[in-house]
């Protein structure tokens, strides 16, 4: 694993930029696993991600109870909320891997739940609240 950035972010505005700053060095096929307490600022980061992919951020909510949101762009973004996630069976009926093997990128938050079925790369981003509006931010790249 070795360490891509590192940040602190003092607004929601600011986690945004961050993230619109990382989609623009995305390409398809790459995948974000967002781990973090609630309130974090996951969903946030993927609006953020988003709008960076030229995808209106205004349309993305955590697919809390879907597990799964798809958002048209170029590239494309997958949605995965696993926090809800009983099984990891129900990843199969979201059609887990068709997905993550599809032209787009995907982004899961609460992805350590999805333990062995991560694909064998993926940046890890970590977000840690520091208090109501302190968010700190590490991106890690996974490789197995």
């Known amino acids: 694993m070795q360490s891509v950035l590192r940040v602190t972010t003092h607004s ?5 930029a961050v993230a619109r700053t990382v989609a623009h060095l995305l390409k398809s096929g ?3 696993v967002l781990s973090g307490q609630l309130g974090a600022g996951k ?3 993927v609006r953020g991600l988003a709008e960076g992919l030229g995808i209106d951020p205004a ?4 697919p ?3 597990i799964l949101n798809e958002y048209r762009g170029e590239p494309s ?20 891997d068709d997905y993550l093997s599809r032209d787009g990128v995907a982004v899961i938050e609460w992805g350590e739940r999805a333990g062995s079925r991560l694909p064998d ?3 890890q981003v970590t977000m840690i609240s ?10 890690t790249l996974v490789t197995a």
């Open 12 to 16: 929601e505005e600011e986690t945004r």
């Open 30 to 32: 790459d995948c974000l």
């Open 43 to 45: 969903t946030v980061f």
């Open 59 to 62: 349309k993305v909510h955590s």
């Open 64 to 66: 809390s109870f879907t």
């Open 77 to 96: 973004l997958y949605h995965f909320d696993l926090y809800r996630l009983s099984s990891l069976n129900e990843l199969t009926e979201t059609g887990w």
């Open 121 to 123: 790369r993926y940046y």
């Open 130 to 139: 520091d208090d109501e509006t302190s968010r700190g931010i590490e991106i």
